[in-house]
């Protein structure tokens, strides 16, 4: 199993992940943005479901598949 080899504190990985969901969406996978910024997928997970409870909302076309994130005062 893959162990995240950063340095990156659990805030940190959720500010990292808002960021390039917000700049780059339909882009990223769960799995791609834990390939891509060394983490495990399990982290990766993690901070998704703070991002979700928190307020974001995380949309996929598919299952797995890409993700578009918005807040929920956009969809009011």
Do not use: Q
């Amino acid at each position: 199993m893959p162990t995240a080899n950063t340095a990156r504190s659990a805030s940190e990985l959720t500010a990292t992940l808002l960021l390039r969901l917000t700049r780059e969406p339909a882009t990223w996978t769960a799995r791609g943005l834990a390939t891509e910024l060394g983490e495990t997928p399990v982290r990766v997970h993690n901070a998704l479901r703070d991002i979700a409870r928190a307020g974001w909302r995380l949309e996929r076309a598919t299952p797995n598949g890409p993700m578009t994130l918005s807040s929920d005062a956009e969809n009011a």
